[in-house]
């Protein structure tokens, strides 16, 4: 069983509505650095782009009405690692929720730097729907 950290955000703004605005896989790469740092180009059921390390592939979760926004993400390093997201009520707000999961042999302090990374990208994410 691997470790994991939830990394919460509030956003005052409907739940539903904040779903629908940020769903699109094309909308990632506008607050999600880890995923891409290019816009992201669909490729039958991936999508492709150029995270920090080099290419990525990414496996997105289908439009739903429960507002999960689930990714697997694949670094060509020999697995996908799932990305569970979730946007839930909070009275008149929302809840960004995202869990890392530590992956195998990776370092406290590695883990401790992608924790921050996801972090200031819920901070993005936050700047960029409240400005």
């Known amino acids: 069983m691997l470790s994991s950290h939830t990394l919460s955000l509030a956003i005052h703004r409907n739940w539903v509505d ?17 995923l891409s740092q290019t816009p992201l180009e ?14 990525v592939k990414v496996r997105f ?7 999960i926004m689930d990714h697997y ?3 060509g ?6 990305v569970p997201m979730r946007i839930v009520a909070n009275c008149a ?6 869990t890392l999961f530590r992956q195998p042999l990776l ?20 700047a960029l729907l409240t400005t």
């Not at 629908?20 to 607050?31: A, D």
């Not at 782009?49 to 290419?55: C, F, I, L, R, V």
């Not at 979760?61 to 507002?67: A, D, F, G, V």
């Open 77 to 82: 390093l020999s697995k996908e690692i799932f």
């Open 18 to 34: 904040l779903y629908e605005t940020i769903w699109k896989p094309e909308f990632f790469p506008k607050w999600a650095s880890g």
């Open 61 to 67: 979760t289908e439009h739903n009405p429960y507002c």
């Open 93 to 98: 707000g929302s809840q960004v929720l995202i």
């Open 107 to 126: 370092s406290d302090e590695r883990f401790a730097q992608e924790l921050e990374m996801v972090n200031a990208d819920l901070q993005r994410l936050h």
């Open 42 to 55: 669909q490729d039958g059921s991936l999508w492709r782009g150029k995270g920090p390390k080099g290419p």
């Open 73 to 75: 993400v694949d670094t």
